[in-house]
C-alpha cells in the first residue's frame, strides 16, 4: 500500500506523500487536502487516501468517529469526485506501479 495523503482531525495535521506523489498537479494536491479537511471536520478522526497493491484508491478511517457518519461521507466523497480518483487511479496504475 502506497499513502497518498492522510489527515488527522485531534491534531489538526494534513500530511501530502510529496516524495512518491509529488509530480500531480497543484491543483490535484489542493484538491486532496480539501476533501480531508472537509471530511474530518465532518466526522473526526484519521483519515488515509492509498493505493492498494492493484492501484486501487481506498479511503480509511480510524479513531474516534461518527462510523455511520464516516461511511456515509466516504461515498458521497466518492460519488462526488469520481473523475477525479479515477484519474488518480489510472496515473497510479500507469506510473507508480
Request: net charge negative.
Given at each position: 500500500?502506497?499513502?497518498?495523503?492522510?489527515?488527522?482531525a485531534?491534531?489538526?495535521?494534513?500530511?501530502?506523500n510529496?516524495?512518491?506523489?509529488?509530480?500531480?498537479?497543484?491543483?490535484?494536491?489542493?484538491?486532496?487536502?480539501i476533501?480531508?479537511?472537509?471530511?474530518?471536520s465532518?466526522?473526526g478522526?484519521?483519515?488515509?487516501?492509498?493505493?492498494?497493491?492493484?492501484?486501487?484508491?481506498?479511503?480509511?478511517?480510524m479513531?474516534?468517529?461518527?462510523?455511520?457518519?464516516?461511511?456515509?461521507?466516504?461515498?458521497?466523497?466518492r460519488?462526488?469526485n469520481?473523475?477525479?480518483?479515477?484519474?488518480?487511479?489510472?496515473?497510479?496504475?500507469?506510473f507508480?506501479?
Open positions: 500500500m502506497k499513502v497518498l495523503c492522510a489527515g488527522n485531534s491534531s489538526m495535521k494534513y500530511y501530502f510529496e516524495e512518491e506523489f509529488g509530480i500531480l498537479p497543484s491543483s490535484v494536491k489542493d484538491d486532496l487536502k476533501l480531508a479537511v472537509k471530511f474530518l465532518d466526522v478522526g484519521i483519515l488515509t487516501l492509498q493505493f492498494d497493491d492493484k492501484g486501487v484508491l481506498q479511503i480509511t478511517t479513531g474516534p468517529i461518527d462510523e455511520i457518519g464516516a461511511e456515509l461521507k466516504i461515498g458521497q466523497m460519488e462526488d469520481k473523475e477525479l480518483f479515477t484519474q488518480l487511479e489510472t496515473f497510479y496504475q500507469s507508480k506501479k
